[in-house]
């Protein structure tokens, strides 16, 4: 157990930003909660996995809906705190800790902002690893934990208790609740007991956003480039630098996809990048060639600062560094590959790990 | 009869003022010295301007004005308004407080009346809940005599401006016309805690502005000239002055704006990246239909965190009176320290004591200026060096600036672009324009007025072409309303940002509208413009 102050929410958000694939919803809503919520309650009790009893029920907390909407109506706090209640009483047992499901983006921050309120210790374990768009592409439901019964509540006091045969169907009737709603919820989802945790989360996870947060603003102050240490903390590799020269976006069942297309700097001078994104940047391809592919992680950076850049927030000339990370090895099996892989988001493609693709590159 | 206007644009280190006829020859430029308390030095500008014209003040009928008197004001903390801010949005919202995220001395200064009330939308335009219109009195009752300024943000008011314009009415009913009223909607975009920062930084420099308004009003008239006065906004156009000291923050960064429109009108040159060279700094930006790009990020002003519209420029420390450092190992340091408007004391070419920037281009025979035999005992070959890293490093800001590897051309304007060469590195030519000296002052001169919207439209319900028409026709509409000739106008800007895990194809439209100034005299047909 150790303690989460002011000082790591920092870090964390930016760390949270570099996960979050280009989506997940900008960090920043969430970690000024986080920081009111500490100024208010405290610092935060950070366990390790192996801390939690087998038995102890964990709730992770997350919101569900479009970050647009989360930035102009932001939360009142007590939203994650009914869900957390109304879920409590249906179960008839005590929650013992939360933790995010989802480590990119504004996730990562919403659990830790509950917890101080609460005084609930938070586990550094998520169900993704980085950022994904539906409720069921957590590794816990690799493992068959059910995603309800799950608890969405809005500032209104609406509350509405889902049980549902699987978790597509959580995904599609919280999906359309959700609009009705008011466009942004906060739920409280997958309930499980300790040793499931253990069993099927990413571990560690926050931790590691707090490490990549503290190099990028270590790098920042000592006026360095901080891309070397972020693959170092996260065994990824540079896939392309350049300029970005053109963007496509549309929206298309409720997602902006599109293109990005970066025109080679330095080492990939001559070279053309296509990035490819349905609000997360799912696959790299440099000339035609995949360089990355969901699951495993793409990230863009800002050159000069090493700031991880969102889809949105990408525009003609950025100039940057596009990075891919291994995945958490629970994506990469057939089931895994299924539920997040290349073929799930429409690409005709079969998944190959980064690094062989990278092997394939240096052969050639 | 003939018509004239003037343009004058405040910057760090001069206040450059222009006198052009109807069609935009340059009479007379002149630069004075930015004082301290900047009016000043606005007189001095316009009074020498005019008398080196030898125009007749009745044939001026246009005044055009950039300034940092607001970002100063918000910079320095100083002469800031007493304001309270009122967020409609409860029950939701409340988890973060207004001005959570701004600097602790602003806060203590702009923090002391802070309401969170009951109402605001949703994202598709319901309510979120009632506005509660009670508790609104009961505020501005409570107010009376403790403010001078008002900053109203409400939940989606980009979408629905409803509770937020009643929420206004019941505030004036209370309180009256003393007490200057800011809605969010009018100043920045979906976003609500850095349109709230971006409302209540407005309300607190509502007196700047009103006395900067002013004070310009009783210079001309002092100088016999009744114009029409407007203000440059940081878009590259103008506002009247009664919108200006409604929404004086839009005039924040009119002056790296004020250089690219003046770039663009000087060469022709609607698509051009411009190099502003200053005393202290070199700014980059970009034109695009003879407008400054946007920045698409955050932007903050004095440590908070805004989401109006700002140019997008990039800065470096170099100007023409850039500090030299040259070390007994042959190395050297430029910059990031000047001399600034000093550099006629300072400079060695001007019998100062101070290596600058300049120096270095007299040194070397690219600029013509003061007494080059001041710097001919110094080491060619050092100098050489000197002056190609400060080439590389505006080479370098030039091409972070461009949109593609495809040579752009470059426009030098601003005192200190005599440091640069003909040639540089990503240029498809590099233009210097006669007056560039003063091309921030023409810019602000010849701007036009403008209008924007954004606003999400749910694109399902009419159709993308439709709600597209829709939209220009509101940016149209705008424009207008601050001013424009309804024959002249024509959309400069529109985007479209699609939102995610939203209903009806939820899209982001941003249109401006822009146009030639309907002037008071066309409507009355006394002079065409």
Known sequence: MRLLGKEEIENIAIGAALLGTGGGGDPYIGKLMALQAIEEHGPIRLLDPEEVPDDALIVPSAMMGAPTVMIEKVPNGEEAIAAFKSLEEYLGKEIYATMPIEAGGINSLLPLAL????????????????????????????????????????????????????????????????????????????????????????????????????????????????????????????????????????????????????????????????????????LAQVDGRTVCVTPDLITVLDSDTGMPITTEGLRYGSRCTVIGMPCDPKWRTEKGIEVTGPRYFGYDLDFQPLEELHLVKEEI | MASYRIGIDVGGTHTDAVLLDEAYNVISEVKATTTEDVSSGIYQALKRVVAASGVPVEQIHYAMLGT??????????????????????????????????????????????????????????????????????????????????????????????????????????????????????????????????????????????????????????????????????????????????????????????????????????PDALVVDVGGTTTDVGVLVASFPRQSSLAVEIGGVRTNFRMPD???????????????????????????????????????????TTTDVAVALGIADLGDPSLVSHLDKEVLKKVYTKMVDMAEETIDKMKTSSDPVPVILVGGGSILFPTELKGASKVIKPENSGVANAIGSAISQVSGQIEKIFKTDELGREETLALAKKMAFDEAIQAGADPDDLVIVDLEEVPLSYLPGNATKIRVKAAGGLLSERKLTGAAPL
């Open chain 2, 68 to 269: 940092t008197h607001c970002t100063n004001a918000i910079v320095e903390r100083k002469r800031l308004n007493k304001v309270a801010a009122i967020r409609i949005g409860a029950p939701a919202t409340t988890a973060i407080k207004p001005l959570v995220g701004v600097p602790d001395d602003l806060r203590s200064i702009l923090g002391k009346h802070l309401y969170i009330v009951r109402g605001g939308n949703e994202f598709d335009g319901r309510e979120i809940v009632p506005l509660d219109e009670e508790r609104i009195r009961e505020i501005a009752e409570e107010l009376k005599g403790q403010v001078d300024s008002i900053a109203i943000t409400s939940v989606f008011s980009p979408v629905s401006t409803q509770h937020e314009t009643r929420a206004g009415e019941i505030v004036r009913e209370v309180l009256g016309d003393e007490v200057a009223v800011s809605l969010s909607s009018e100043i920045g975009s979906v976003g609500l805690l850095e349109r709230e920062n971006a409302t209540i930084l407005n309300a607190a420099i509502v007196d700047v502005a009103t006395s900067t308004a002013n004070g310009f009003i009783k210079a001309l008239e002092q100088e016999g000239i009744h114009a029409d006065i407007f203000f440059g906004q940081n878009d590259g156009t103008l506002m009247s002055v009664e919108y200006t000291v409604k929404y004086p923050i839009l005039t924040i960064a009119c002056g790296p704006t004020n250089s690219l429109r003046g770039a663009a009108y000087l060469t022709d040159h």
């Open chain 1, 115 to 282: 917890a101080a309120t609460l005084g609930l210790p938070v586990i550094d374990a998520d169900g993704m690893g980085r950022a994904f768009p539906e409720l069921q592409m957590v590794t816990f439901y690799l493992e068959g934990v059910s995603a309800t019964p799950m608890v969405l509540s809005d500032e209104k006091k609406n509350s509405l208790l889902l049980n549902t045969i699987d978790s597509v169907w959580a995904e599609r009737i919280a999906r359309t609740a959700t609009i009705e709603m008011g466009g942004s919820v906060m739920l409280a989802i997958y309930p499980m007991e300790g040793r499931v945790v253990k069993q099927s989360a990413i571990k560690n996870i926050l931790s590691l956003e707090e490490k990549i947060g503290a190099e990028i603003r270590a790098a920042k102050k000592e006026n360095e480039n901080p891309v070397d240490r972020i693959l170092g903390l996260t065994a990824g590799r540079v896939l392309f630098q350049g300029k970005v020269t053109d963007i496509n976006r549309k929206t298309q069942d409720g997602f902006a996809k599109g293109t990005a297309t970066i025109e080679g700097l330095n080492d990939n001078k001559n070279e053309e990048c296509k990035l490819h994104f349905q609000n997360e940047h799912l």
């Open chain 2, 313 to 355: 420029i990039a800065s470096i420390g170099l100007g023409g009176g850039t500090i030299i450092t040259l070390n007994e190992d042959g190395s050297f340091q430029i910059g990031p320290e000047s001399v600034g408007y000093r550099l006629i004391e300072k400079g060695l070419v001007f019998g100062g004591d101070t290596l």
